[in-house]
């Protein structure tokens, strides 16, 4: 029997929950209430400090297209599963790939019927065991690796990702260019 996958109701209260949780860590962090959940961003969230408001639009990372039915939804019964470095390894390269992937994909659709009126956000909720063989120095490498692209992410003005390593969270915005 196939165990039930939580509703997308369900999902997306603990994704919002997380992220909010986790926005708070970051140095720039605030704490955030919702306003509204929605669609075209997902929520609105508002800092009661500032009254400040932000658009959040939520997504999650998998290995694979086919990784929730496949592994998640699928009962495991006592087994252990060993993964060996090499293979930790591409793992890694892959799920940093399917990252660029995904947030590609949410620019394509923030860009066309997306809320704008508010500073988005996209969290970024990452849902692979690979993530804790990440470090920061990697993480930092992976954002400088891909300057170009974070440079580019409008109409989001920042990319969220967490749980990192040690339930971390790492917070992603386009550097500014001197005129």
């Not at 639009?57 to 290995?63: A, C, D, G, H, K």
Request: proline letters at 7%; glycine letters at 4%; one cysteine or more.
């Amino acid at each position: 029997m196939t165990p039930r996958w939580p509703s997308k109701d369900y999902r997306e209260s603990f994704e919002i929950n997380g992220f909010i949780e986790h926005y708070q860590k970051l140095p720039h962090g605030r704490i955030l209430e919702v306003v509204e959940k929605r669609d075209k961003p997902d929520y609105i969230l508002r800092d009661p400090a500032s009254n400040v408001c932000f658009g959040v639009e939520l997504t999650s990372v998998y290995l694979n297209d086919r990784r929730v039915p496949d592994v998640y939804m699928k009962p495991v019964y006592g087994i252990v599963f060993t993964l060996y470095w090499p293979t930790v390894k591409k793992q890694i390269a892959l799920y940093k790939q399917r990252i660029i992937e995904r947030i590609s994909q949410k620019l394509r659709q923030a860009k066309s019927g997306y809320d704008t009126s508010l500073p988005l956000i996209l969290s970024v909720y990452l849902t692979e065991d690979v993530v804790t063989h990440i470090t920061e120095e990697e993480w930092a490498a992976f954002v400088k690796q891909n300057e170009s692209f974070f440079d580019k992410i409008s109409p989001f003005c920042e990319v969220v990702f967490w749980p990192l390593q040690d339930d971390g969270v790492l917070s992603v915005k386009p550097q500014a260019k001197p005129v």
